[in-house]
Structure formats: structure tokens, C-alpha cells
């Protein structure tokens, strides 16, 4: 049984736990698909015909980011019962992102078996930046996405069960996640506007364009950025071979290109090798 895991990530973090799952599942002898958001058109996913599969995303707003959520929502409903895993990514301030997700996949007729929440090392946001130098992975956090992934081995096997799992405890994250779905699109429609583009140092290679996971560039002779789409992703920045893209608040800023850049990194085939020695 192969178990596809569907993820969205801007700077690497996400994919990264998802791939430490898709190792600890493997652990487990079970197969796995990595599919970014991205890759989703392609695939064109039957869900009758699956009997697991995870779904993981940063949290923006206390919540999966928008474009995960609204493809959520279009998921059909299953004819049959369906297993399903979430995780997400986080500064610190998850909130209800894990529980509105699983609440919305309960109502298609999918049964819950576990989640997991990872607080990364660097937020990389709009008011940080450079930040990626000074910090480090937790050991524990990477062990404990891959043996995530063992544990769903094994309530996968057995046909029953739930990995126990707890929001982050934050006080008062009612009143804040209320205040932050009112305020979501506004911010983003504003802050988009403050991306910069350079002209002279842009290829034309279309990147950003191609990598926009809700489609808020288009690229025809001169860029152009639909501020009622954009989400604030910095994947469009972020994977820019030239530089070209910038924000204007930090036109210098140096953003990471991804978990390998931080320190304490472990590959998830090497910690794959360092479990089979432990056996």
C-alpha cells in the first residue's frame, strides 16, 4: 500500500518533516508518495481508491496556509472511510490549524489517526530576516517527526487506533485566532504590494511564476503580482536565480534556501540508516 503524502512548503521546513514521516513510515515497511502542492494537478488524486494519506503545511495565521485549506474544502466526500495524518510547521503559534483541517476532512467521511506539530528553528517571515544564521534544528524535533511516522506504521497495521495529540498550549488563542481570520487577506493584500522587482537582473525564466502555489504571478513581458491572491509565501523571492525579486522593507535581506542551510541538519536517509542500526 503506497501512502501518498500531500504537503505545501515556502521554504523547505515542511517538506522536510514530511519527508522525515515518509522515512519513519518506511521504517515501518510501508510505502510512501511525497506530493507537493504544486504537483497536485498532475496527480489528480482518487481518494475512493485510498486507504491512507497525510496532508502537512506551514501555519500562517494560527491556520494551514490558504491554498491547502481551500483545496481541503473541494475534496470530495469519500464513499468509504478513509485513514488520514496531519502535521504542520510553526514558529511557536499553531492555534486550531491542525483541528479545523482534521474537522473539515471528518465531514468527507475520512477517520482521523494522528498529528503532529513542529516548531522550526526559523520563521523566516516579513519581519525576519538573516535569522537563519544564529539558529539550529532540535534533535528531538527530527526524531520525532520520523518516529511519527513509525507510530503510523503501526495503528496503520493494527486497522485502529490514534496517536494522541494536543494543540500547543497558548493562552488566549481563541480571541487571536479570531482576530487573525479577520485580518488574514487584508494583511496580505497590503504587504504584497511592497514587493520590489529588478528588471535588469530578471532572466525571464519565469521561476516565480511557475512556482506561485496560488497563482498571484503572471509574467508577460513585465511582472505582474495579483495582491488578492498572494499569500505571502516568499517562494516566488526565495527561488529566484537572480535576485530579482526583493521586499522593499529589507531590499538586502539574504533569506535561507532551505533546512540543509540551518545548522543540526540530519538528512532523513541517514537517520533512516542510524534506526535500521539500532535493530
Known amino acids: 500500500m503506497q501512502i501518498p503524502i500531500i504537503y505545501f512548503s515556502s521554504s523547505g521546513n515542511t517538506k522536510y518533516i514530511a519527508q522525515l514521516i515518509s522515512e519513519g513510515l518506511k521504517f515501518a515497511n510501508f510505502e510512501t508518495e511525497l506530493i507537493p502542492f504544486n504537483s497536485l494537478k498532475e496527480k489528480n488524486l482518487d481518494f475512493n481508491r485510498i486507504n491512507v494519506f497525510g496532508i502537512g503545511a506551514p501555519v500562517y495565521a494560527m491556520s494551514f496556509t490558504p491554498n491547502i485549506r481551500d483545496w481541503v474544502k473541494k475534496i470530495p466526500r469519500v464513499n468509504r472511510k478513509i485513514k488520514f495524518f496531519l502535521f504542520d510547521t510553526s514558529a511557536g503559534l499553531p492555534g486550531p490549524s491542525i483541528r479545523n483541517i482534521r474537522k473539515t476532512l471528518e465531514l468527507k467521511n475520512c477517520e482521523f489517526i494522528g498529528a503532529i ?28 517527526s520520523f518516529q511519527f511516522g513509525i507510530k503510523l506504521g503501526k495503528i496503520i497495521r493494527l486497522g485502529k487506533g ?4 494536543s494543540s500547543i498550549p497558548m493562552p488566549f ?40 502555489p496560488t497563482g498571484a504571478i503572471s509574467f508577460n513581458e513585465k511582472l505582474i503580482i495579483y495582491h488578492n491572491r498572494c499569500m505571502l509565501c516568499f517562494k516566488c523571492k526565495r527561488n529566484c536565480p537572480t535576485n530579482a525579486l526583493y521586499f522593499k522593507l529589507f531590499p538586502k535581506a539574504v533569506y535561507f534556501k532551505g533546512p540543509k542551510n540551518i545548522r543540526g541538519y540530519i538528512s532523513p536517509e541517514r537517520l533512516l540508516e542510524e534506526y535500521k542500526k539500532r535493530v
Open 173 to 212: 488563542s481563541r480571541v487571536i485566532y479570531a482576530y487573525f481570520k479577520v485580518l488574514e487577506r487584508p494583511s496580505y493584500n497590503i504587504l504584497s504590494r511592497l514587493f520590489g522587482f529588478n528588471s535588469e537582473k530578471c532572466i525571464q525564466c519565469k521561476t516565480c511564476e511557475k512556482g506561485c
Open 117 to 144: 506539530e513542529i516548531i522550526v528553528p526559523t520563521r523566516d517571515s516579513v519581519f525576519e530576516t538573516n535569522l537563519f544564521k544564529y539558529v539550529m534544528w532540535s534533535r528531538r524535533s527530527i526524531e520525532r
Open 162 to 165: 490514534t496517536l494522541d495529540w
